[in-house]
């Protein structure tokens, strides 16, 4: 039982001997932080439906391999378990980021933009906790990270899709780690600020304390090592938006206008 003061998590030493596997690892964070594990010696397996992509990328090291699939295939999950433990022997943390982004204001609402963000950001996790769960009970050992967003936090400008699927995704995780931590399982909650990818290219609006990918990846590692429970950067910014989130409506409403400029 892990006391008032000590980490949330166990604290990682050494990634020499871990096995890590990355879904959503063909661009942007997943791929700077498969680098970053890789280059620190851990084995990783990178998925997500880009396969050639993740190949080429893959060719380069010698611990990494490759499971590529596509996440929100319903029946997927239990045999890309399957493969990767077979890739690397077994898994010590699985890290979820697979997502989409549609940056939407109220009044451009396309339902089926929203059916699709929360089938990836949301429900293809769903089904690989379905699978994963059970899969580290099993072992009594293992970790489970999910990255949402600090877009959670509150409510963002356009942010009207993705904010709520990444608050969908706290809460789910906050209650991993309510069930799961007593039971010997790491539970990781990674909220990330706004960062320079793929993704947040067509964003036509200021992007407040904008860091790259591999700044972002900096961060996951490091908390990870430190055994934190949430993990979220950059401090300055995210501080300052939990802080804002905690503030009566008629006191947040108008920082958030002035934090973002809209």
Known sequence: MRNLWSPLNQPIHDWREKRVWIVGASSGIGL????????AGAYVTLSARREAELREFAAQYP????????????????????A???AMGHI?????????????????????QVEKSFELNVVSVYRALACLVPYFLARQSGGIACIASISAYTGLPRALIYGATKAALNNLVETLYFELAPKGLNVYLINPGFVETPMTAAND??????????????????????????????????????????????????????MTGL
């Not at 611990?63 to 399957?82: M, N, T, Y």
């Not at 010590?92 to 089926?112: F, K, M, Q």
Request: contains cysteine; hydrophobic residues 50%.
């Open 63 to 82: 611990k990494a391999s490759v499971v590529a699939f596509d996440c929100i295939d319903p029946q997927i999950w239990p045999s890309v378990l399957d």
């Open 32 to 39: 700077a932080l498969a680098k970053a594990l890789l280059e």
């Open 205 to 258: 609006f200021r992007m407040p304390s904008l860091i790259s990918a591999p700044r972002a990846a900096a961060h996951i590692v490091s908390g990870l090592e430190r055994g934190q429970f949430e993990i979220n950067f950059p401090k300055g910014f995210a501080s300052a938006l939990r802080l804002v989130s905690r503030l009566p409506y008629r006191l947040r409403f108008p920082l958030l206008h002035k």
């Open 84 to 86: 990767t433990v077979a």
């Open 92 to 112: 010590d943390l699985v890290i979820l980021g697979a997502a989409r982004y549609d940056p939407t204001n109220s009044w451009e609402l396309n339902v089926e």
